[in-house]
């Protein structure tokens, strides 16, 4: 298993419109091999911006890497970052193999 996080510092007073882009964009990641589940998080507030995270779990670091070199990915990221004033500067990018999952029995 694989985890992609993207961090997101959120201009103050823009989380709706950072909440927005997300629910309104095709992400196409269902037809992505590999791909297993997205969630959009929202962290804490600091003094000038709210943290979000984009969390993407994907069968291996392959799939993912794959993703990024495809048509998928360029459709799910055109036109993104357009919105200037709502970004407090560009997502920082995390990327983790998992090494022990636990799972409720």
Known sequence: MFVAMNRFRIVK???PEFERIWAERDSHLG???GFVEFNLLRGPDAEDHTLYASHTIWQ???HFEDWTKSDAFRKAHA???GRKNVYLGP???EGFDAVQTVKKS
């Open 13 to 15: 007073g823009k989380e």
């Open 31 to 33: 037809e992505v091999p």
């Open 60 to 62: 291996s670091r392959e």
């Open 79 to 81: 036109g993104a970052g």
């Open 91 to 93: 997502p920082e990018f």
